[in-house]
C-alpha cells in the first residue's frame, strides 16, 4: 500500500498528535513551521528548571514523534511555492488555524484543492468556522461544564491537569480524516474535514450530559465520587497508609466485597441504587474495614475475586513500572505512544526534529 504523506501546518497538541497517530502507523510527516515564530510554540513550553535539547522542550517531544521538521516562512511568496509544491504529492493536511487565518496564508482547503484535488484537509477549530474566538484548553473546560464538575464538593472549579478537550480533539480528527480517506477510495476525491474542541467537549459530556438532558439533573463537582454509581471512585486508607480506589460497577462485585471486608449489612446495601442513596454509611462502613488491610495483601484479594480496585500512584511510578510497549525511544530522548491500540505493527520513530532540521533532505526533493 502507498504511504501516506502528511503536511502538518498544526500547532500545540491537537492537531501536532493526529501528525504523531500517522507517523505511528508509518506515513511521512512533514511539519512545516515558521522560522520567524521559532515553530511551533510548545518548542519554548519549558516546566521549572528544563533543560531545553536545542529546540525541543519537554512538552514538544509529547506530540511530535517521527516527524520531519520543514522551516518556512508561509507570509513569503517564494517559501509559500516550495509547500506547494509539496502539497501536489500529498495525501493529507492536518492544520490547526483560527477562522481565515488559512485563507490569508494561502494554505486554506479551497487554494491547496486547486492544487491537488484528491487532498483531505483535516482542522481543529477552537469554536467551528465561523466564530473567530481563539479556542484553547483551559477555556473549553471552562465553558463546556467541564470545570463545574470537577473537583471536591462545594470546591472551587476545577481545570483538569492535562489538555485533555485538545486530546480528545485530536481523536475526533483522526476519525473524521479515517472516514474521508476510506470515502475517497470509492469516490477518488479529496474532502475537507473541520473538529471544534468546543464540539468535541461537548460530545464528551456523556452520562453527564445525559444526566441533565433526561432528568434536568445538573451535574455537580462531587469529588471522586460517580454521580450514578457506589462505590465507584471512592478512596480509603489502607493500614499502610495508601490510597486505594474502589471501582464497584455491579452488585455481584458488591457482594464479593462485603464477604473479603466481612461486612454483614449487605441487606442495607444489597442494590446499586441504596448504595448511592446512603453513600455516607456506606463509606465509613468500607473506611473502617479498609483501614485494617495492608495495601498489597488487599488488592492481591481484590483482584482475585475480580474486585476492580486500584492503587493511587504517581506518575512517575506508573511509567517507571509500565509496559515496554508504551514507550518510544531514540537519540537520547523517551516518549510515550499516541496509538495504544494493538495489532498493529510496533513502528520505530526518529526523535522529535530540532526546528528546520530536514530542510536542506526535504527541499533538496522539490528540485
Known sequence: MKKLKIIELASVLAGPSVGQFFAELGAEVIKVESPRTGGDVTR?????????????????TSVNWGKKSLAIDLNNKEERAMLYKLIKGADIVIASYK???????????KTLKEI???????????????????????VIQAESGFMSI???????????????????????LKEAILVALIEQMESGQGKFVQVALIDAAISALVNQGANWLVGQNQPKSMGNIHPNIAPYGEIFMTKDQCHLLLAVGNDKQFSKLCKIL????????????????????????LSDEIENWSSVELMEVLMNEQVP?????????????????????AEGFTGLRSFAASGFDRLSLSSPPQLGQHNLEILSELD
Request: glycine share 12%; charged share 20%; proline share 4%.
Open 262 to 285: 466481612k461486612i454483614n449489612e449487605m441487606h442495607r446495601f444489597s442494590t446499586n441504587q441504596e448504595r448511592v442513596e446512603n453513600r455516607a454509611d456506606l463509606n465509613r462502613m
Open 150 to 172: 470537577n473537583g471536591e464538593l462545594g470546591a472551587a472549579p476545577l481545570k483538569m491537569p492535562v489538555a485533555l478537550i485538545d486530546v480528545l480533539a485530536g481523536h475526533q
Open 116 to 138: 491537488n484535488p484528491a487532498l483531505i484537509y483535516g482542522q481543529i477549530t477552537g469554536y467551528g468556522l465561523n466564530n473567530p474566538k481563539v479556542g484553547y484548553d483551559a
Open 309 to 329: 480496585a486500584g492503587l493511587v500512584t504517581t506518575i512517575g511510578e506508573a511509567l517507571d513500572h509500565g509496559e515496554s510497549h508504551w514507550f518510544l525511544k
Open 99 to 109: 477562522p481565515g487565518d488559512a485563507e490569508k496564508l494561502g494554505v486554506d482547503y
Open 44 to 60: 519554548s513550553w519549558r516546566f521549572k528548571g528544563e533543560k531545553m535539547n536545542g529546540t525541543v522542550s519537554a512538552y514538544f
